[in-house]
């Protein structure tokens, strides 16, 4: 047992691995518990996604209001202009929450964490970078994020390319002329639909390849009112949100409506539809019917609902079937719908040709395009790959570690807390080590798997939730990943268990 006194040394300060979202929030919290804190980012600057990914268009699909700190010295002082604010806003916020917790003395920039390996008589790890600095840590907190590391197609020839290449979240920092440009885009998830939306009218001609059409929600976007933002937080409104989220499914301001779709009149349906579909965003997702996640006739029902909203605003009737299909390409929902703003529209473009890769597959990459089945060549400048991502354990394998955490939901704040608790309780209990027990991450992963069994993940071919959207690559089974059972339940189990001395973990 290392002395306690040691946890409080420089020699062996607690690391990090990234300056996003929650490595920064981490960050801050363990410094309030005296402890003395690295960071270790592999970009040059804060914000990890919103550093790295600055593609045309880049914008979350989160409120403002909730996309932020719940720390009053950080949200008190700050104003949004955009309900659903664009990455270079978010970039801004990171920079003026750097300036408010003076977290940059902390971070070591361009420094990839590449190995970490655990000592058991001394119970440090030791963290090696490609840069060559080499330290020794008590504790190692993992926040590489659920979706960062890309996931490049296996296309044949795609080195011989001889235009500009690039993945989606790796689109020149310095930025890109595209005037007169022919460009390409695979791939048409959030990321594709909000390249493909924004560059269309830059662009001499867009080729957009489609595997699966995307059931794509309208955003609606509009300014967040400085008078509203002051007045919320007179109010006490910002502290009653974040204490609310928590409380929601998702976490997220809405919730899943108290009856099922089928105990619902017919009006009531139609009525809560169109008006999800005019608030927006997520409403018609994450607030919709709960039984649209499990009864295949009621997700139906969803679909055929969003197919003649989103046909309605298509003119050319030959796109509809490739955008809009009869049959729905998987049930609604259990992808995560993109959010958009004129994206459907953007095919009704004489410069915008839509190729469906089910109907004619990407056969090779040529030195000037790409060739599909049938013997078409498509010709252009620049290809952007918006393939996804090797999703919750693709950055984390990269470390050449074998600690991995995938199995969770999205609630940074929380999980750091409840890391932040823990580390508090081995260093007043003089422990120096914490690790899952073999048959308590089991029985937490069938728990996972039951939750999932009883929706309709599983209907849908290729997927980040599942890794199913990496099934070419062979490199690890399908499965779900993210807990799906909803924030209250998956924060009652990370409660219960440090409730319980830290049930289901190991502690020397
Ligand atoms: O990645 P994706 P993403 N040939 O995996 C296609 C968050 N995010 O970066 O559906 C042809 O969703 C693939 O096709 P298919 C958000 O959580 C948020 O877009 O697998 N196509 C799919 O169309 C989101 O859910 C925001 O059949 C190929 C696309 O590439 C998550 O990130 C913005 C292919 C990949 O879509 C991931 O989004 C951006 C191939 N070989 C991202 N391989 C916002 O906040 C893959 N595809 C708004």
Not at 75 to 86: H, N, Q
Not at 245 to 269: D, K, N, R, W
């Amino acid at each position: 047992r290392i002395p306690k006194s040691t946890l409080h040394t420089h020699k062996f300060p607690p690391i990090s691995i990234s300056a996003g979202f929650a490595g920064l929030y981490q960050l801050y919290r363990l410094r309030a518990l005296g402890l003395s804190v690295k960071i270790f980012e592999a970009a040059s600057g804060i914000g990890g996604t919103w550093h790295i990914n600055r593609y045309p268009g880049v914008r979350t699909d989160c409120e403002a209001v909730i996309y932020q700190y719940d720390l009053e010295e950080v949200w008190k002082d700050w104003t949004w202009k955009d309900k659903y604010p664009s990455g270079e806003e978010i970039q801004a916020y990171f920079r003026y929450v750097d300036h408010k917790l003076d977290l940059k003395r902390d971070i070591y920039f361009n420094t990839r964490v590449t190995g970490a390996k655990w000592d058991e008589p001394s119970h440090l790890w030791n963290v090696s970078t490609a840069s060559g600095l080499f330290v020794r840590a008590r504790f190692l907190i993992l926040c590489t994020g659920s979706l960062s590391k890309p996931l490049i197609p296996n296309i044949k020839d795609l080195s011989t390319f001889e235009g500009r290449c690039f993945h989606s979240s790796h689109w020149p920092q310095e930025g890109l002329d595209l005037t007169g440009k022919h460009v390409a885009v695979i791939g048409t998830g959030s990321s594709g639909i909000q390249v493909i939306e924004n560059i269309a009218s830059q662009v001499r001609h867009l080729t957009v390849f489609q595997r699966t059409p995307n059931l794509a929600l309208p955003i609606n976007q509009s300014r967040f009112d400085e008078k509203e933002q002051v007045k919320m937080k007179e109010m006490d409104l910002y502290n009653h949100i974040f204490r609310r989220l928590p409380q929601t499914f998702a976490g997220f301001l809405y919730e899943f409506q108290p009856i099922p779709f089928t105990s619902a009149t017919t009006e009531a349906q139609r009525l809560l539809w169109e008006s999800q579909w005019k608030a927006g965003g997520f409403h018609f997702w994450l607030g919709n019917y709960p039984d649209i996640f499990s009864d295949e006739t009621v997700n139906r029902e969803a679909y055929a609902f969003w197919r003649s909203k989103v046909r309605a605003r298509i003119r050319n009737p030959a796109l509809h079937e490739k955008l809009a299909p009869i049959i729905p390409p998987h049930p609604f929902g259990i992808k995560q719908p993109g959010l958009e703003q004129g994206y459907f529209e953007v095919f009704d473009r004489e410069n915008v040709s839509l190729v469906d890769v089910k109907e004619t597959p990407i056969e090779q990459v040529t030195p000037n395009g790409l060739a599909v089945r049938g013997g078409t060549i498509h010709t252009f400048d620049i290809l952007v790959l918006a393939t996804g991502f090797d999703s919750f354990t693709g950055a984390i394998i990269d470390i050449d570690i074998r600690l991995q955490r995938p199995n969770s939901t999205s609630v940074i704040p929380r999980q750091s807390d409840w890391i932040t608790d823990c580390l508090k309780f081995l260093q007043d209990n003089d422990y120096t080590r914490i690790e899952t027990k073999r048959d308590a991450e089991e029985a937490w992963r069938y728990l996972i798997l039951e939750i999932a069994s009883k929706r309709l993940w599983h209907k849908c071919e290729s997927s980040w939730y599942t890794g199913s959207n990496l099934a070419s690559t062979n490199t690890r089974p399908v499965e779900m990943l993210a807990f799906s059972g909803g924030l209250p339940l998956y924060l009652e189990k990370c409660a219960e268990a440090a409730d319980n001395g830290y049930q289901g973990f190991e502690l020397s």
